[in-house]
Nanobody
Framework: DVQLVESGGGSVQAGGSLSLSCATR????????LAWFRQVPGKEREMVAQ???????HYDSTAEGRFTISQDNAKNTLYLQMNSLKPEDTALYYC????????????????WGQGTQVTVS
């Protein structure tokens, strides 16, 4: 049974930083892609960053240069370091995983976490 469990959300002032973690329990694949998404009420969920099967990292233009996605395979954990946070970064952040090489091939990832709230004021 696969479980993705996010942690690290919270409230921060604009310009501050937060680090999100996602424990990928039961998901021990060494292939596939991992990603962070976020959603604001009333809007569609959007992908913030992903790590593809080949290790390549891609970021949404709003996150480029401020956010860093990384993974620790030994700990089966995905991370998102968020710096220079802005009020518009306020959202519910989800981690996701899929066996496909890239999220670009996937209509909806196979596995989702429950989300962690990030609020920037």
């Amino acid at each position: 049974d696969v479980q993705l469990v996010e942690s690290g959300g919270g409230s921060v002032q604009a310009g501050g930083s937060l680090s999100l973690s996602c424990a990928t329990r039961g998901y021990t694949r060494r292939s596939g892609c991992l990603a962070w998404f976020r959603q604001v009420p009333g809007k569609e969920r959007e992908m913030v960053a992903q790590i593809q099967d080949d290790g390549a990292k891609h970021y949404d233009s709003t996150a480029e240069g401020r956010f860093t996605i990384s993974q620790d395979n030994a700990k089966n954990t995905l991370y998102l370091q968020m710096n220079s946070l802005k009020p518009e970064d306020t959202a519910l952040y989800y981690c996701a995983a899929d066996p496909a090489p890239t999220m670009g091939w996937v209509a909806s990832p196979a596995y989702w976490g429950q989300g962690t709230q990030v609020t920037v004021s």
